[in-house]
């Protein structure tokens, strides 16, 4: 039998820790090991019970989650899943808490939501940050070199990137080194609603490119990236000379709304040129999408598992062939600009 996934729940409320712990423990394949209502509790315990992942508040007294975050992932790294308020400055430290290593993140329950709703998706993400691979910071390798000043984007090709566990460090990695004129891009990261605003605007600070969360109608075109808003709606491209961003508020697929899926099948049906990326994240959404693309004449790349956080995503797409070639995550970069370039090398995607 395997053994259970240990947890540390740290938060300073103790109805909060409460409801956490009761969430946690209706999963028998995880055992909730202990909590604490502080930084100062939690690093004592962290040693005294040494779990498998941490359940981290944003917001508590003597050290805030994002400083005793950033302690653990440089001199202890290990699996941390956020849990946040669906502020708005709950949203901007969950992007940060997620950029500095946090392998996933969780919004508490609001306007009278119930717990058992709110937290439906703890346990699995619990699960799959226990699996996670969670390196020390600055253990990146060396940055990708940026696109060459003269760059030009294919300007009719559609470059569509799905993500999700792991997706914020991926996309800021990749999309900080993008030229202002990159490839028109649409992305698809499965992120609790509220978050993707936050997400978006952070993206925007730190890239070249106009990073914007996709609205209904928004012109797809070169130098604008479009982050699908989380757990609103699903993205879309349709349109034949002019693409456009469409927001389809319908059921989730593959368990997510955003996905990763609808995204791809929806640039598959444009009969223009397309990239397609797919990154590290839990599951298998947007596999079958990246197949219809490549099955549809474009070109695919697929994040390596030693770089991903969880190669589950990636690993789904490559075992149906969908993904032309895998590479660790600072190559993809310079690959996915020749692939959209407007003249990409031919070589780009040799085995």
Sequence with gaps: MTAPVTVLVVDDSPTM??????????????EVVGSAADPLEAREAIKRLNPDVITLDVEMPNMNGL????????????????????????????????????????????????????????????????????RPRGDAAT???????????????????????????????????????????????????????????RLDKVCAPTVTEAEDGAPVKPGHIYIA???????????GAAPRCRLLRTDTVNGHRPSVDVLFD??????????????????KDGAKGLLNMREKGART???????????????????????????????LRPAILDLCAASPRADTTAA
């Design 17 to 30: 820790r409460g409801l956490l712990t009761a969430a946690l423990r209706r999963d028998p394949e995880i």
């Design 143 to 201: 940055a990708a070199p940026a696109a060459p000043g003269d760059y030009r984007p294919n300007p009719d090709l559609v470059l569509a990137i799905g993500a999700s566990t792991g997706g914020v460090e991926a996309l800021l990695t990749i999309l900080q080194g993008f030229p202002a004129n990159c490839p028109a891009t649409v992305i698809t990261q499965h992120m609790p609603a509220s978050f993707t605003r936050s997400f978006a605007a």
């Design 266 to 283: 929806s640039v598959a049906r444009l009969n223009r040129p397309m990239t397609g990326v797919i990154l590290t994240g839990m599951g």
């Design 67 to 134: 400083e005793f975050l950033e302690k653990i992932m440089r001199l202890r790294p290990m699996p941390v899943v956020m849990v946040s308020t669906l502020t708005q400055s709950g949203a901007d430290t969950t992007v940060a808490a997620l950029e500095l290593g946090a392998v996933d993140a969780i919004g508490k329950p609001m306007d009278g939501t119930p717990a058992t709703i709110a937290f439906a998706e703890l346990a699995a993400k619990v699960k799959a940050a226990a699996r996670a691979r969670v």
């Design 229 to 239: 808003p989380g757990g609103e709606a699903h993205l879309e491209v349709s349109g």
């Design 301 to 331: 790349l697929g994040q390596d598992e030693s770089s991903s956080v969880v190669y589950g995503m990636p690993r789904a797409a490559h075992e149906i062939g969908a993904v032309e070639r895998q590479l660790p995550l600072q190559r």
